[in-house]
């Protein structure tokens, strides 16, 4: 499908960059405009991707290029005040052509934090496509302050898209590496996951058209009822065929080989396997997928290694698994693709022990803060005052 990305903030500046990058790279045509908002010039000066005029600097007579120190109440001031900057690059785009918006931010931050749900609400407003979020939250090593950031920002955000898709920095952290040091990383599983998602329905001219192939109509529709989404991923190397396959050989003795059926028993089996791998392996934010109200099924790779079969079958897995009625499934052929991938979009999440964790951390963070700004007040006034109140200030 094709999508309007709007980056807010650092991270969600860099992820879009980033998937402007990929889709260059495969000809997905999914990024149909991008634009990049930020408080921090720096930030915006950062991406390679991006078209200079796309790049939207907010706040300016506030903080003066600076960004705004995670404090996203002001990230949400600014955004608003300056929604006619953004807008203007908005209006360069050109909406009809576009299925949907998607709004990119991590969440712990200030001016993404607080700026993305400010301008979900705006889009809502103006446009009648859906305006979807992508929402990062942060480590768990990253502090109180950030934490709590999320969890409003995370709360305001759901309320204001017609879905928000999670990506949990948390669950990403390799064991003894920083969250900051493996962004890169990070954001290429962020990139490759969505890419991968929102590239079916996205059928380039002159590529192949499976008789099962997804299309944006049904990410849409499994996007539609709000809520949150997270999204699995597993993926298998395999041989491209050979381009014999419907070569001389293969003409000459009536097209089909001998050991057909047997590639198909396997394609089907590894499907399923994939398909299970995808749905119990790590989600983008992890949960229990039990629950889900909707469900949609990408396998994507080369044509040859795709069958109705292994779809139909994967489908009524995540049936039994989630519980939902409403689970869709597809193709997404990529001819000469070296890999099979599956691609699981559970909608609707509402059993998400790590949001309730986030918010438990959030309140004691919220609690800690007040606590210690009365406390720091009495005890400057303890410092400057002496203890007699001998001395008189001069005015
Ligand atoms: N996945 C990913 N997360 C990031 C990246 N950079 C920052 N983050 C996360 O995003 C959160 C918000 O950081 P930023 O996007 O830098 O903040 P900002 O919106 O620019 O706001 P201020 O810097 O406070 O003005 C951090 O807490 C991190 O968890 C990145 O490149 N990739």
Same mark, same amino acid.
């Given at each position: 499908m094709k999508l309007a990305m709007i980056g807010f903030g650092q991270a969600g500046g860099k992820v879009v960059d980033k998937f402007v990058e990929y889709d260059r790279e495969r000809n997905a045509g999914i990024v149909r405009a991008a634009v990049a908002v930020n408080s921090a010039k720096a930030d915006l000066l950062g991406?390679?991707?991006?078209?200079?005029?796309q790049r939207v600097l907010i706040g300016q007579s506030r903080v003066k290029g600076h960004g705004v120190g995670a404090d996203n109440e002001l990230g949400a001031e600014i955004a608003e005040e300056d929604i006619d900057e953004v807008q203007g690059a908005i209006?360069?785009?050109?909406?009809?052509?576009?299925d949907a918006f998607l709004v990119v931010s991590g969440? $712990? +931050?200030g001016t993404g934090s607080g700026g993305a749900p400010v301008l979900a609400k705006h889009l809502k407003r103006i446009y009648t496509e859906p305006v979807y979020g992508l929402g990062i939250l942060p480590g768990s090593d990253e502090g109180g302050i950030y934490t709590l950031n999320a969890a409003r920002s995370f709360q305001t955000f759901v309320r204001e898209v017609d879905n928000l898709l999670v990506f949990d920095n948390d669950a990403w952290r390799k064991t003894g590496e920083s969250v900051q040091g493996g962004y890169d990383e990070i954001n290429e599983e962020i990139v490759n996951r969505f890419g991968v998602l929102f590239g079916a329905g996205e059928v380039q001219d002159g590529q192949e058209v499976a008789e099962s192939v997804v299309d944006s109509s049904e990410i849409i529709n499994t996007l539609a009822g709000g809520g949150v989404s997270t999204v699995g991923y597993a993926s298998e190397g395999v041989?491209?065929?050979?381009?014999? $396959? +419907?070569?001389l050989l293969s003409r000459l003795t009536g097209g089909d080989e001998p050991d057909d059926n047997l590639d198909t028993a396997h394609t089907t089996n590894r499907i399923t396997s994939l398909v299970r791998k995808a749905a119990l392996g790590r989600l983008t934010l992890p949960c229990e997928i039990e629950g889900a109200e909707r469900a949609l099924l990408v396998l994507a790779g080369p044509p040859e290694h795709l069958n109705r079969k292994g779809i139909e079958r994967g489908r009524k897995w995540i049936e039994e698994q989630t519980g939902s009625m409403e689970v869709r499934g597809g193709d997404y052929p990529i001819p000469g693709a070296e890999k099979v991938a599956g691609v699981i979009l559970l909608s609707g999440v509402t059993n998400v022990p790590r949001i309730k964790e986030l918010q438990q951390v959030a309140i004691e963070a919220q609690d800690n803060i007040e606590e210690i700004r009365q406390e720091s007040d009495s005890n400057l006034e303890t410092l400057i005052n002496d203890d007699e109140d001998e001395l008189e200030s001069l005015f």
């Amino acid at each position: 499908m094709k999508l309007a990305m709007i980056g807010f903030g650092q991270a969600g500046g860099k992820v879009v960059d980033k998937f402007v990058e990929y889709d260059r790279e495969r000809n997905a045509g999914i990024v149909r405009a991008a634009v990049a908002v930020n408080s921090a010039k720096a930030d915006l000066l950062g991406l390679k991707n991006i078209p200079k005029d796309q790049r939207v600097l907010i706040g300016q007579s506030r903080v003066k290029g600076h960004g705004v120190g995670a404090d996203n109440e002001l990230g949400a001031e600014i955004a608003e005040e300056d929604i006619d900057e953004v807008q203007g690059a908005i209006d360069s785009i050109p909406v009809h052509e576009v299925d949907a918006f998607l709004v990119v931010s991590g969440l $712990g +931050g200030g001016t993404g934090s607080g700026g993305a749900p400010v301008l979900a609400k705006h889009l809502k407003r103006i446009y009648t496509e859906p305006v979807y979020g992508l929402g990062i939250l942060p480590g768990s090593d990253e502090g109180g302050i950030y934490t709590l950031n999320a969890a409003r920002s995370f709360q305001t955000f759901v309320r204001e898209v017609d879905n928000l898709l999670v990506f949990d920095n948390d669950a990403w952290r390799k064991t003894g590496e920083s969250v900051q040091g493996g962004y890169d990383e990070i954001n290429e599983e962020i990139v490759n996951r969505f890419g991968v998602l929102f590239g079916a329905g996205e059928v380039q001219d002159g590529q192949e058209v499976a008789e099962s192939v997804v299309d944006s109509s049904e990410i849409i529709n499994t996007l539609a009822g709000g809520g949150v989404s997270t999204v699995g991923y597993a993926s298998e190397g395999v041989e491209p065929r050979k381009n014999n $396959g +419907g070569g001389l050989l293969s003409r000459l003795t009536g097209g089909d080989e001998p050991d057909d059926n047997l590639d198909t028993a396997h394609t089907t089996n590894r499907i399923t396997s994939l398909v299970r791998k995808a749905a119990l392996g790590r989600l983008t934010l992890p949960c229990e997928i039990e629950g889900a109200e909707r469900a949609l099924l990408v396998l994507a790779g080369p044509p040859e290694h795709l069958n109705r079969k292994g779809i139909e079958r994967g489908r009524k897995w995540i049936e039994e698994q989630t519980g939902s009625m409403e689970v869709r499934g597809g193709d997404y052929p990529i001819p000469g693709a070296e890999k099979v991938a599956g691609v699981i979009l559970l909608s609707g999440v509402t059993n998400v022990p790590r949001i309730k964790e986030l918010q438990q951390v959030a309140i004691e963070a919220q609690d800690n803060i007040e606590e210690i700004r009365q406390e720091s007040d009495s005890n400057l006034e303890t410092l400057i005052n002496d203890d007699e109140d001998e001395l008189e200030s001069l005015f």
